[in-house]
């Protein structure tokens, strides 16, 4: 259960003598830092242990029963975030302050001497990513005014850092339609994945020995082969009598409504007897994402239904591994507007795997139409509420629908008369990922390394 996850995890982490901070609104709370090392490296946890009532809240972090104990949470954890490094670490030896999001970022009310230090990292346009707080709950705390009533943690942090960086250049340009009063201090820098992680072992072995300019088709074909063969045995590991024949096409994330998984039960239940192929679905829902766990129900009736359908519920890294790097085809399908990034197609192609993919997130920076994978669908330029605005969002869907089938049947003859001419994508999607979605690339950019 999850006690004993949370025991097994503790057990590899050293604790260090706790913290007692202090909280105008939730007084005094003991904070056990638990800390994590690797290398030179070291991640710290805070856990409040005093009083019982703020640790049973934190226990988890983006699980909560009602909005004051998420306001709670910002609270405690920016207090203690903020703390740990004063007393600690010491700012003096802090190059950079990255608050990542709303669940500790009010710690830039208390740093606010530190200039050029302290710096926002936006993960979404979601409204779940830039949660309210009611302005005597901060004036309380912060001693900060603001405008009366309930009010965006975003727009309070945003006034008191230099910058805030968002995760692709689509997302900049979304979060200055959400946010316009900060246009000039919201800046980019596209997300990025490890390769050590997520590289196939055969796809590494031969950029290793090749040197990634110089693999050819003959080379690679044989290393895709065997990344396919690890995901085949992980597919009828789940669904022995599943029938594996021609590509194997992977829709594998978050199970929530931005991200469309209806796009992909649609297009199963519209093809999937007349292909010769077999899809892959892993991913799970929020638990109170009620939509989503919507989603994983339909998942499994297709998982039932046909043959040729195989569903992963607990979705893990070891799975994400297997499914990135062993597939022939991803689909990615979010709402034109609402993926901040994504990086499950960045973690295909670094293997060689093209994506099919809406025209979203850091796709549109990476992904060259036809030469390292393919678009479908719509750009759009506003901003659109997918919960409120349905109408549009159904006319959009309908018309992205159309394009992803027309193109999905195109991609697949491609692959059945033409293998040589989607090997070459794949070579492209290899060598190309690997350059533009190298996280050291993203660490340069945010500067953290020279």
């Not at 049973?56 to 004051?68: D, G, H, K, M, N």
């Not at 990292?121 to 707080?133: K, Q, Y």
Request: proline share 4%; glycine share 6%; net charge neutral.
């Amino acid at each position: 259960g999850q006690e004993d996850i949370i025991r097994k995890a503790e057990s590899v982490l050293e604790r260090e003598k706790e913290l007692v901070v202090s909280s105008k609104v939730y007084g005094e709370i003991l904070v056990a830092p638990l800390v994590f090392k690797k290398g030179s490296a070291r991640a710290i946890y805070l856990k409040p242990e005093y009083p019982e009532h703020i640790s049973r809240i934190a226990s988890r972090l983006y699980v909560e029963e009602t909005p004051e104990q998420a306001i709670a949470k910002y609270i405690v954890f920016a207090r203690s975030s903020a703390q740990y490094m004063r007393e600690r670490i010491g700012f003096e030896r802090i190059k950079y302050i990255d608050l990542q999001e709303s669940i500790a970022s009010l710690a830039a009310l208390e740093l606010k001497d530190l200039k050029g230090v302290v710096r926002l990292v936006i993960h979404t346009p979601g409204p779940w990513g830039h949660p309210m707080i009611p302005d005597e709950v901060l004036e309380r705390e912060y001693g900060v005014d603001t405008s009366p009533g309930l009010v965006r943690i975003t727009d309070v942090v945003l006034r008191e850092v230099p910058v805030g960086f968002g995760v692709s250049r689509k997302h900049w340009e979304m979060l200055h339609r959400i946010f316009p009063r900060f246009v000039d201090r919201i800046a980019y820098v596209r997300n990025g994945v490890d390769l050590e992680r997520w590289v196939h072992g055969a796809i590494k072995g031969l950029v290793s020995s090749k040197g990634l300019g110089r693999i050819s088709p003959e080379d690679l074909a044989p290393a895709r082969r065997r990344a396919r063969e690890d995901l085949v045995s992980l597919i009828r590991s789940r669904k022995p009598d599943v029938r594996v024949e021609g590509p194997i096409i992977a829709w594998a994330r978050r199970l929530t409504k931005y991200k469309r998984p209806y796009l992909i039960e649609r297009l199963i239940r519209d093809l999937g007897r007349e292909v010769n192929a077999t899809f892959i679905l892993a991913g799970k829902a929020h638990p109170k994402d009620h939509e989503g766990r919507e989603y994983m129900a339909r998942f499994r009736k297709l998982h039932e239904q046909f043959d040729n359908v195989v569903y992963i519920h607990d979705y893990s890294l070891d799975i994400a591994r297997a499914i990135l790097s062993g597939s022939d085809l991803l689909l990615f399908t979010p709402f034109s507007g609402w993926e901040a990034c994504g990086t499950s197609y960045m973690k295909a192609g670094i293997n060689g795997v093209p994506t099919l993919s809406s025209r979203d997130g850091g796709t549109l920076e990476t992904i060259i139409d036809g030469f390292n994978g393919w678009f479908f669908g719509l750009e759009l330029v506003d901003f659109i509420n997918i919960y409120e605005n349905t109408a549009r969002v159904s006319a959009v869907d309908e018309e992205d629908y159309r394009d992803l089938r027309a193109k999905f049947l195109k991609i697949l003859e491609l692959i059945d008369k033409d293998p040589e001419a989607y090997l070459e994508v794949s070579i492209n999607a290899l060598k190309s990922f690997t350059i533009s979605s190298n996280s050291v690339r993203m660490f340069r950019e945010y500067r953290y390394l020279s």
